[in-house]
């Protein structure tokens, strides 16, 4: 499969201070690719090294098979980018300034531009200075969606958006996917990107300290279980369960004739099945896998110990 954007050892410096120390990692074309990481990991960095709106110091970036610094305006209008933070000022309407976006983004289908603004409720008549946060943001989104780029580049797309606004925002994502446009997103949200992105990227302190697929990501996840055995001793459950590779936090909460326990599993669950196979099982509970958990432990995990 293509790649539609590729980064190897950039970096990027602001004054002496390093942001960026050597990030690689590569999308496939068509793909919806999330960048995770805590504020001030260097997301908005790396998407604005991406759109040449600044310069690398280091490394090398391909967008769409060209060099973002050659590519000029004609690569600029292959590619829908939504800042994080969006500067509208001046008295001019909705409807005005998407209609100065499209001369530089070159032509959008006719309609295309009210169709997507009541998609997501919003006025394109009204003063771009006195829109809400939320507002400001739809309208970033529309001149980003609107010329039906082959890359999308979003920072932070959902910020500032009530939840039925985000619902829309995903299945334009979807509709977009389905048309075959790659999508490079960042968010501070593992839920959102769990729920859009074929493959997430976790970054942290300007480096990629993992890329998954979101499949692989909720395989090796922490998964929260819960289950009662009539007719079975604690010891033997706790025995038997302990035995399953993965597995941790075994507790036992009741015992009473049969047994309640609780545990949490990292890993595979059929060696799990198979162990409480020989249960005699009257309760079983075993909860989506927590990948926020797993998430959240990448962040505070010394470098070397992540894949
Ligand atoms: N123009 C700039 N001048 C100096 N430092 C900068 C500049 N832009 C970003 N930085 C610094 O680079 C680091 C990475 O910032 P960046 O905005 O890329 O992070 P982020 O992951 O997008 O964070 P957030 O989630 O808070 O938006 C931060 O320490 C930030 O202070």
Redesign the pocket.
Known sequence: MDIAVSARSLTKS??R?E??HGVDFEVQAGSVFGVI????????????CLLDI?RPNGGEVRVLSQDPRAGGPDLRRRIGYLP?ELFLEGRVTGRKLLSHYEAVSGPVPPGRIDELAERLDLDLDRHTRKLSKGNKQKLGLVQAFMHQPELLVL??PTSGLDPLIQQEFHAMLREARHNGQTIFL?S?VLSEIQQTADTVAI?RD?RIIAVESVTGLRESAVRHLRFTASHAAASDAVALLTAVPGIGNIEVLESNGGVTLSAVLEGAIQPLLHALGRLELTDLVLEEPDLEESVLKMYAMPRKEVR
Do not use: C, Q, Y
């Open positions: 602001f004054g201070r942001v960026l990481g805590p504020n001030g990991a260097g997301k908005t960095t790396t998407m604005r600044i994080g920072d932070e960042s501070h970054l300007g």
